[in-house]
T-cell receptor, first 113, second 116 residues
Framework: AQSVTQLDSHVSVSEGTPVLLRCNYS??????LFWYVQHPNKGLQLLLK??????LVKGINGFEAEFKKSETSFHLTKPSAHMSDAAEYFC???????????FGAGTRLAVHP | GAGVSQSPSNKVTEKGKDVELRCDPI?????LYWYRQSLGQGLEFLIY????????KSGLPSDRFSAERTGGSVSTLTIQRTQQEDSAVYLC??????????????FGPGTRLTVT
């Protein structure tokens, strides 16, 4: 991907409700796309990646993302939020040359009881 | 197996001093990357190593920044004459370059650098 845009800087949900974190990309070819999560004072952890084998990608901790070429989107969803999901989420594209990753600005997810 | 490790985890230094940050990648990963995460700038690429050579240094912000990698393994990022704007979390990542997806990068926990 040549650029990645996360549409929301902050998302707040109640525990047990669905999560939707939005990401759009631009690319002139089939992109490599990832979602990473960063918990407070922790490193980046790979949640899932799009490989072109399937448009619906399942990741860890119940997260999934759907690649929609017609909408140039790769939104991250989870049916039911858990308190432990509170973290910052990054939509990331490959294709910056020399395997460079291009990061979105991040979405901070807050989960309320 | 062991993941990417970085040291120190935290570093506080005075303005004008030099610092060295270390990264130990996953064994067998030939590609190594340095990124910087700072408030207002997000996550930005610094430098990429393939083996011991650095074909892409385009992200290094100034000539005060340099990096090397020896033995195709450990890498050191050096910042000379540190400035307050260098305060950030420095992240290291590694990946394979053949037999896998080079974009699937595994990150270390980072070094938080504070310049006072």
């Amino acid at each position: 991907a040549q650029s990645v845009t996360q549409l929301d800087s902050h998302v707040s949900v109640s525990e047990g409700t669905p999560v939707l974190l939005r990401c759009n990309y631009s690319s002139s070819y089939s992109p490599s796309l990832f979602w990473y999560v960063q918990h407070p004072n922790k490193g980046l952890q790979l949640l899932l990646k799009y490989t072109s084998a399937a448009t619906l990608v399942k990741g860890i901790n119940g997260f999934e993302a759907e690649f929609k070429k017609s909408e140039t989107s790769f939104h991250l969803t989870k049916p039911s939020a858990h308190m432990s999901d509170a973290a910052e989420y990054f939509c990331v594209g490959g294709g910056g040359g020399y395997n460079k990753l291009i990061f979105g600005a991040g979405t901070r997810l807050a989960v309320h009881p | 197996g062991a993941g990417v490790s970085q040291s120190p985890s935290n570093k506080v230094t005075e303005k004008g001093k030099d610092v060295e940050l270390r990264c130990d990648p996953i064994s067998g990963h030939t590609a190594l990357y340095w990124y910087r995460q700072s408030l207002g700038q997000g996550l930005e690429f610094l430098i990429y190593f393939q083996g011991n050579s650095a074909p892409d240094k385009s992200g290094l912000p100034s000539d005060r920044f340099s990096a090397e990698r020896t033995g195709g393994s450990v890498s050191t990022l050096t910042i000379q004459r540190t400035q307050q704007e260098d305060s950030a979390v420095y992240l290291c990542a590694s990946s394979v370059t053949s037999g896998g997806d080079p974009y699937e990068q595994y990150f270390g926990p980072g070094t938080r650098l504070t310049v006072t």
